[in-house]
């Protein structure tokens, strides 16, 4: 049995990926699990977009839809896995997109990643903020709403900026009060609701009903007859939900044991958020007094169902801990976002990268990157409604998912040898060629109407990413160490 200590063989394998030890190694299994289990936070988009599934195709959209995504997040969480148990860098995908696909794989994945990171940080605390409001009965001035509402998202930020700024010790201790208080307060919420109701019409969570237009002011969805397509449209739901689980390998140079611990930590933040979201949704539809009052109430839905079927006392105190688990799951988005900076900038791929890549010496934590990040975080949500950000952060998530995993599928057996402690043998390449269709079918549905600015967003950021490729990192861009001229051990 060998007496090195995990951290110094952890240590040891970033050094054979070309990497200098830098972060503090302090997060145990447990903490790398709920830092995803926190971003995935089904208490925020399973809460501020139940909307999206309800008025899609009604309560089959979540009783069917939900475990038919949450199955197939499971496909690309444990492709995902297989990649990060072979490279554990804070890169992430983008490290394992440069070493299996060549550096401008790795470069595109970088950027729709760290963008889709950003829009996170911003459709998290957008929707905590428009939560609040609606659960705790605020009017606000309609003259003033705007700047409120950008004051008060720019104040979520900055503290989410303040305790990453201290390190990952604190933030870590958060984030794993996050996991636990997302499992209680999903729990309580759920038994709660399913004994409030007088009683249970199990055939909502197969009916479909064409809830499209609606509400009348401001509707979901568009007009529709087409309720096949609308059902697809309810995937967004569990999509949006259900993404950020890289965060457990963005923080792998962070974790002791990364190489199992962070693919254990992507699979299970999924199918726990899975389950347990699946057992919310079904249960806030299961509570509805009226299927169509709910669909008619839009963004409202779940404060008002919870204001209907539980005590004044329960309610207020499930709507703070949900608001609280919403805060939490902006933190941890920061977290993962700023080393999703912080690890690019590393290997020269953003502007201003020497700064960007400064680790400061007392906290042990990428200190500018994290100010950035939550920088471009709230500058992003004065332009962009919620619901337009959180389609855009769902789609450009799933391309930084499909280009790593694709490009894994074709170098699995060939330049792609050597497997980490943790992998999934002759599933893997079924498993990533599923995941690929899956993600190029949920990016289709995520930029349909009523999120068009989507097309114009990714469309525009896909052509200047292009132009800068071909006119300049083409040639300037050497990638990560191993791309770059170290050597290729890890690969073989």
């Known amino acids: 049995m060998s007496n090195a200590r995990p951290d110094s063989e952890d240590d040891e394998r970033l050094r054979q990926l070309g990497y200098q030890p830098e972060l503090a190694r302090r997060m145990s299994g447990f903490s790398n699990f709920a830092i995803s289990l926190s971003i995935i936070c089904i208490l925020a988009g399973g809460i501020t977009s139940f909307q999206v599934g309800l008025n899609s195709a009604g309560g089959a959209s979540l009783g069917l839809g939900w475990p038919l995504v949450g199955l197939f997040s499971l ?20 490290h394992w997109g440069s070493i299996l696909g060549g550096r401008a794989c790795g470069w595109y994945t970088a950027w729709f990643n760290l963008t889709g990171l950003i829009t996170v940080l911003a459709a998290v605390n957008s929707g905590t903020f428009d939560f609040a409001v609606s659960a705790l009965g605020w009017h606000l001035p309609e003259a003033s709403a705007g700047w409120i509402r950008a004051g008060a998202i720019a104040a979520l930020t900055l503290s989410h900026g303040l305790l990453n700024h201290f390190g990952i010790r604190l933030t870590t201790r958060l984030t794993d009060f996050s996991g636990w208080l997302i499992l209680a307060v999903t729990t309580i919420l759920a038994v709660a ?13 197969w009916t479909f009903t064409n809830f499209s237009g609606l509400p009348a002011e401001a509707p979901v969805f568009p007009r529709s007859s087409n309720l096949l397509w609308l059902f697809c449209l309810g995937f967004l739901l569990p999509a949006y939900t259900l993404t950020g689980f890289d965060a457990s390998a963005h923080t792998a140079e962070e974790t ?3 190489a199992v611990n962070v693919p254990r930590g992507i699979v299970r933040s999924v199918w726990v958020s899975g389950l347990f979201g699946w057992a919310l949704v ?4 299961l509570a509805l007094p009226d299927v169509a009052a709910g669909a008619a109430k839009g963004a409202d839905v779940v404060p008002w169902v919870l204001r209907e079927r539980l005590p004044a006392g329960l309610a207020n105190v499930l709507l703070v801990g949900i608001l609280l688990a919403q805060y939490l799951c902006g933190l941890a988005a920061l977290t993962s ?9 590393r290997d020269g791929g953003l502007p201003a990268a020497r700064w960007l890549r400064q680790v400061q010496a007392g906290s042990q934590t990428p200190a500018v990157a994290v100010w950035t990040t939550a920088a471009f975080g709230v500058g992003l949500t004065l332009f962009v409604p919620y619901a337009t950000i959180a389609a855009i952060c769902a789609v450009l998530l799933y ?9 894994g599928f074709l170098a699995h057996g060939r330049s792609w040898q050597r497997m980490g402690p943790w992998h999934l043998g002759k599933w893997y ?10 993600c190029l079918f949920l990016i289709l549905i995520g930029v349909q109407p009523p999120n068009e600015l989507a097309v ?37």
């Open 75 to 94: 496909c690309v969480a444990a492709t995902m896995a297989q990649v990060a148990s072979a490279f554990p860098t804070a890169g992430g995908l983008y």
């Open 193 to 205: 609701l399913i004994v409030a109701a007088p009683h249970l019409e199990w055939s909502r969570l």
């Open 256 to 258: 002791l044991q990364a």
């Open 282 to 285: 079904v249960a806030l539809l």
């Open 337 to 345: 976002a700023s080393r999703m900076t912080f690890a690019f900038a």
């Open 399 to 407: 391309i930084s998912y499909v280009l790593p995993v694709a490009a």
């Open 429 to 438: 390449r079924p498993l990533a060629a599923l995941s690929v269709l899956g």
């Open 456 to 492: 114009k967003f990714i469309g525009g950021m896909l052509g200047v990413l292009t132009l800068f490729w071909f006119a300049l990192e083409r040639r300037r861009f050497t990638g990560p160490p191993q791309i770059g001229g170290a050597s290729t051990r890890a690969l073989r």
